[in-house]
């Protein structure tokens, strides 16, 4: 069994960064791509970025390009999300999502193994 834990999430100003990060442990084996989601009130899940194992493929939502970057650290069984010029629309709560496989479609009901969640609020 795999088991993903966000954090980093929080409240900051239009054009603010946050950084999250989620801890996979357990069954890392299944972690192979990991990806970053997310769900506004009242909206489905939406995909926002993914990387795979080695790190050299990234994928992004057309919405947070230029903005946002995906990063991990195999090491530490560890993948991040750097958001930076960050909106009102970014607002919702992230999850952290991993499967076994890479490819570039990264459709939420494609995932295996889900994170908690981490709210952010992108406010003045």
């Known amino acids: 069994q795999l088991t993903l834990v966000e954090s980093g999430g929080g409240s900051v100003q239009p054009g603010g960064s946050l950084r999250l990060s989620c801890v996979a442990a357990g069954r890392t084996s299944s972690s192979r791509a990991m990806g970053w989601f997310r769900q506004a009130p009242g909206k489905e899940r939406e995909f926002v970025a993914a990387i795979c194992w080695s790190g050299r493929s990234t994928y992004y939502a057309d919405s947070v390009k230029g903005r946002f970057t995906i990063s991990r650290d195999n090491a530490k069984n560890t993948v991040y999300l750097q958001m930076n010029s960050l909106k009102p629309s970014d607002t919702a709560v992230y999850y952290c999502?991993?499967?076994?496989?890479?490819?570039?479609?990264?459709?939420?009901?494609?995932?295996?193994?889900w994170g908690q969640g981490t709210q952010v609020t992108v406010s003045s």
């Open positions: 999502g991993a499967r076994t496989y890479c490819s570039a479609n990264y459709a939420p009901n494609t995932i295996d193994s």
